[in-house]
């Protein structure tokens, strides 16, 4: 089923920036595309972003366009984001998935970001 | 993106029968086609119960199963144990470019 450990989350100010990765194993982690999906303190889930296995195609929710960038390193098992610009409503734990045709089937453990001065 | 309505709260004795309705805009009826059903434990991960409506992981005990009518999705756990206890989100899958809408999730709670 394979696991997938998150880290790079922390306390920022707003205006500022963090790279959050993901690390992936037990699946040929090249052969799926990946997910980012984030859960404000106390609130429900929000799919934030998506990349395609080879990195060549990307989508983001409205309110991350311009300030987030997913990646991914295929030799390295790894997933990343890329936060700029960061604002208080972005403060959330952020969880990377291993996204299957409709649904993420495999989630890691997540990544408290808190952004505040 | 439509928005999924979910019960904030149920609750049920261990044993019983408990339905978790997830229901979209009636005029988002044809793209509510691919729901699946997440399991949250507090500061835990979700973890995936149902997905493509009806279909269960590998794991995943029959006592939950999934149905839809229309635009209402329902998660259904029987034989309600105490580890069920958890929040219950639906999402709505509608293409890869915006994949994903979580319903607000419901709390279980095993009497």
């Known amino acids: 089923e394979g696991q997938l450990v998150e880290s790079g989350g922390g306390l920022v100010q707003p205006g500022g920036s963090l790279r959050l990765s993901c690390a992936a194993s037990?699946?040929?982690?090249?052969?799926?595309?990946m997910t980012w999906v984030r859960q404000a303190p106390g609130k429900g889930l929000e799919w934030v972003a998506n990349i395609k296995t080879d990195g060549s195609e990307k989508y983001y929710v409205d309110s991350v366009k311009g300030r987030f960038s997913i990646s991914r390193d295929n030799a390295k098992n790894s997933l990343f984001l890329q936060m700029d610009s960061l604002r208080a409503e972005d403060t959330a734990v952020y969880f990377c998935?291993?996204?299957?045709?409709?649904?993420?089937?495999?989630w890691g453990q997540g990544t408290l970001v808190t952004v505040s001065s | 993106q439509s928005a999924l309505t979910q019960p904030a709260s149920v609750s049920g004795s261990p044993g019983q029968s408990i339905t978790i309705s997830c229901t979209a805009p009636s005029s988002d009826v044809v793209g509510y086609k691919y729901v699946s059903w997440y399991q949250q434990h507090p500061g835990k991960a979700p973890k995936l119960m149902i997905y493509e409506v009806s279909n269960r992981p590998s794991g995943v005990p029959d006592r939950f199963t999934g149905s839809k009518f229309g635009n209402t999705a329902s998660l259904t756990i029987s034989g309600l144990q105490a580890e069920d206890e958890a929040d219950y989100y639906c999402c709505s899958y509608r293409s890869y470019s915006t994949p994903w809408v979580f319903g607000g999730g419901t709390k279980l709670t095993v009497l």
């Open positions: 037990g699946f040929t982690f090249s052969s799926y595309w």
């Open positions: 998935a291993r996204k299957r045709p409709t649904y993420a089937d495999s």
